[in-house]
């Protein structure tokens, strides 16, 4: 298999809807090759995460979660708003049903992980483990005191990096070739860097019992399929029910909310999304704009620590689509994000006694991303 970096510089042609050199429309051939040797999708690294943007899911309130294009970056140039959507994975797989209408495959039907792309062979997705890409993206010590105290400087922008991320593989056993089954079977999930778990299953018949079971895989495969899978052919009267849940990372954060990702075309063929909150910590209830109140934020920057006085250590439920349509093919994935940590920014300031630029983000949420669940009728 191939697993493509991810997308979000690629100027728009990570995820085209015709050929990028020659201009001509794909064709069933190319979308059955695409989508066999690329089953997995990158969606998180040091350059960016690559869910979503925020000119793509302006109704996503966590949209805007270390975009390369912002900030750190002056991408103007060369960066258009149009090319966003061939670029990012939530939106890949609206393109990826409507590549299937026209072309009776989906090229785009792939799981998601996360990957480092660190060059120095070292496991340091971790905020507070964080040693950067390569030697190569080092300052050059005579223009910059410190990579992160100077924002724009030619020779480095290094405190857009981030500190991102990890691939969790659901596998039979700790074996390569039970892990490559499991990763060719797209049952993987991303992290940016926390190691939580996370469970998605899919079916028609979970009920709110099946998430008190404390041993929700067994529920899970027994009467569903699990990320990574297909549902199809909806019995009559019943929409898809999800079983979701996650455990905290024990040296990061607790959990803040669990959320489910909806991708779907319209009746005309538009490409249309939506994020439900399936469970969250504490006892927030949404307001009249249908938004969870934030969970808090207990980010001590200047000491580059927190508390985990808020959120959960574990989450699960059951979640049933509330707007399903038998009769329209959907991708649905499940989110996980933690309370707000530390950036691995702090903890460079904490260590090395330096005062930030304001620009620089010091606050971090963690999220994982399960590769989605799809349903065709």
Known sequence: MAIAHNGNLSNGVMFPVRDTFTGKPYDRAWAEE????????????????????????PNDEFADYEIWDQGNLDLSEFKKDEMLQYEYGRSALAVGLQLEQELGVNPY????????????GLATAQEDNFFGKHSGAEPNPKRVEHPMA????????????????LAGVWARENTREAIFDAMQNKETYSTTGSRMLVRFFGGWDFTDADAQNRLP?????????????????????????????????PLSGNLDRIQIVKVWLDDSGERQEKVFDAVWSGDRQPGADGKLP???NTVDVANATWTNTIGSP??????????????????????????????WTAYEAKRFG?????EIPMVNVERAITSPIWYTP
């Not at 695409?34 to 899911?57: A, C, M, N």
């Not at 899978?229 to 009559?236: G, I, N, T, Y």
């Not at 699960?316 to 309370?339: G, K």
């Open 217 to 249: 895989a067994n529920v899970g495969y027994g009467k569903g399929v699990p990320m990574g899978s297909d549902l199809s052919r909806a019995p009559e009267g019943k929409s898809p029910s999800f079983l979701v849940g996650a455990l905290r990372d």
């Open 34 to 57: 695409r989508i066999k040797w690329e089953p997995l999708y990158e969606i998180t690294q040091i350059k960016g995460d690559g869910e979503t943007h925020p000119f793509l899911s």
């Open 109 to 120: 039907k792939f799981g998601f992980i996360g990957a480092t792309d660190s060059h120095t």
């Open 150 to 165: 100077k924002v724009g400087d030619a020779e480095y922008t290094g405190w857009g990096m981030v500190a991102s991320g």
């Open 354 to 358: 330096i005062k930030m630029k304001k």
């Open 314 to 343: 574990e989450l699960i439920t059951t979640w049933t689509d509330p707007e399903f349509n038998p009769e329209v093919s959907a991708a649905y994935y499940a989110r996980v994000l933690e309370i707000p940590t530390p950036r």
């Open 294 to 296: 934030l969970v808090g």
